[in-house]
């Protein structure tokens, strides 16, 4: 065979077979972690992949998501978000209380840090000030602590009577303190008692409503938790049958059948959630994106409970209601 055909014969091939493929460049990860439980609140999870998708990412498709849940034992959070950090995620996301965002900050000072936070986070030590959160973290904040006055307000206003009201909180969640704060300084201000009572175990929320059946008291306000939210059927259904009135820290009770609810909308929170850790992904550093503080509340009542405890919802407190089930 003469030369030139070899060479030709060899450009021909060269022209045909295929070139090595470009490496693509890697998917970032994101680490979301919670105290919650995989089956707890499964629509959060939703809403912060919502918000994800607003700012372009889609899990599977240009970003990965590795889960980590603490099933409601606080005590594996650290284990959980260092290992997160081991893995050199892109970014962070705490959610299911201050617990979750005080694990991932205890384990990385540099990989950013997204939250979805019902307390202070200038107040809890996160962030420097909440237009300039400084360091590596940021996220969304809703004062769940600070509406529990607020909330037992509207309970007063359907239940006027000088008697006594509980207040349910989960004492592993630091929160709680505020919760319990926000809501003595509320009952001094009407004159009205407040009992306090721990619940962070569904044995607990069953002893909460044991506690309730001896005692003189006219009405419950259930604070403010992601555990206690994510038992939310147990503890409507024992309000139903004991004839409790009730008022929630979110309006996914009074859906189940609870009477009211006081608070943010908690979904929207975590789809801002999701919004800002696609930003973090784009580039932009916590440092410099301002907590962004949720400035949706609803108040929700449900008439139907209403009528079934024998209350008569005032025209005034109704008509201040953002949403009332008939």
Do not use: C
Not at 47 to 71: D, P, S, T
Not at 167 to 189: C, D, F, G, Y
Request: glycine share 10%.
């Amino acid at each position: 065979m003469r030369r030139r055909d070899v060479m030709v014969g060899i450009v021909s091939a060269a022209a045909v077979w295929p070139f090595p493929a470009r490496a693509q460049p890697a998917m970032p990860v994101i680490g979301y972690l919670t105290s919650l439980g995989q089956n707890d609140r499964p629509n959060l999870r939703a809403a912060f992949r919502r918000g994800l998708g607003e700012a372009g990412y889609v899990e599977g498709r240009n970003v990965a998501i590795e889960y980590r849940f603490a099933e409601n034992q606080h005590d594996r959070l650290p284990a959980l978000a260092a290992d997160l950090a081991e893995r050199k995620v892109a970014v962070i996301a705490a959610t299911g209380g201050g617990v979750s965002v005080l694990a991932a900050k205890a384990a990385t000072s540099t990989i950013p840090i997204v939250f979805t936070f019902g307390g202070d986070p200038v107040r809890e030590g996160l962030v420097s000030s909440l237009n300039r959160p400084g360091g590596n973290i940021t996220g969304a904040t809703f004062f769940s602590v600070e509406i529990g006055g607020k909330a037992l307000g509207l309970l007063h206003e359907l239940i006027p009577a000088p008697a006594l009201i509980a207040l349910m909180v989960n004492p592993r969640n630091p929160e709680s303190a505020h919760w319990i704060k926000s809501a003595q300084e509320a009952a001094r201000t009407l004159g009205r008692q407040l009992l306090v009572l721990n619940a962070s175990t569904p044995g607990e929320i069953d002893a909460v409503f044991a506690t309730l059946r001896q005692q003189p008291v006219a009405a419950l306000l259930a604070g403010g938790d992601p555990y206690l939210s994510a038992r939310r059927q147990q503890i409507v259904a024992l309000a139903t049958r004991d004839a409790i009135p009730a008022i929630y820290s979110n309006r996914e009770f009074v859906a189940e059948g609870g009477l009211m609810s006081y608070g943010n909308d908690i979904h929207d929170v975590y789809r801002r959630a999701g919004v800002y850790t696609g930003r973090v992904l784009k580039g932009e550093k916590p440092s410099d994106l301002p907590v962004d503080q949720a400035i949706r509340f609803e108040f929700v009542i449900n008439l139907k409970t209403a009528k079934a405890l024998g209350l008569v919802v005032p025209p005034n407190l109704s008509a201040r209601a953002d949403e009332v089930i008939e």
